[in-house]
């Protein structure tokens, strides 16, 4: 679908979610964004363009949000992974992860793929801690069945 592009607002920036005509899912939910023209893709949560955010986004100075219908702000850090411009459109395929595993890789990539730093290095902490609990776990049933 052909998305026109538009700039987060300020404080926004360094948030890991965009803001999109129509989600794919009825909550706030974790979407894969792939740029149909290069392949490049980008995990994030997206939120729902509303009344409350057309009233908030389309003051001055900004420019006006003129089609919520197919429109899609997005902060830079996730125009660059995607290879976008703001002010251009482009054809973009949002889809949300279907299944309890697809769905939890998805968050896990969401958070990888933050542009705050606390957030990827939280998510590494975490992902190289539970590697190290599993061999924990295999190295203490090892030395007990070693016993018997």
């Not at 989600?23 to 979407?31: L, Q």
């Not at 995990?43 to 908030?56: H, M, S, T, V, W």
């Not at 896990?108 to 793929?113: A, G, I, S, Y």
């Amino acid at each position: 679908m052909k998305y026109m592009i538009y700039p987060s607002m300020y404080e926004d920036i360094d948030a890991g979610w965009v803001w999109i005509s129509s989600r794919p899912c009825k909550n706030r939910c974790v979407v894969r964004i792939t740029n149909v023209s290069n392949g490049c893709r980008t995990f994030c949560e997206a939120l729902e363009i509303d009344q409350g955010f057309l009233n908030r986004y389309n003051q001055s100075p900004r420019c006006t949000i003129q089609n919520s219908g197919k429109s899609l702000v997005i902060s830079e850090w996730y125009r660059n992974r995607l290879d976008v411009q703001k002010g251009t459109e482009a054809d973009l395929e949002v889809v949300a992860p279907k299944g309890l595993v697809a769905g939890r890789v998805a968050r896990l990539l969401c958070c990888l793929q933050h542009p705050q730093t606390v957030v990827q290095i939280s998510t590494w902490l975490g992902i190289i801690s539970f590697i190290l609990g599993v061999v924990g776990c295999i190295l203490g049933a090892m030395s007990l069945r070693g016993c018997f």
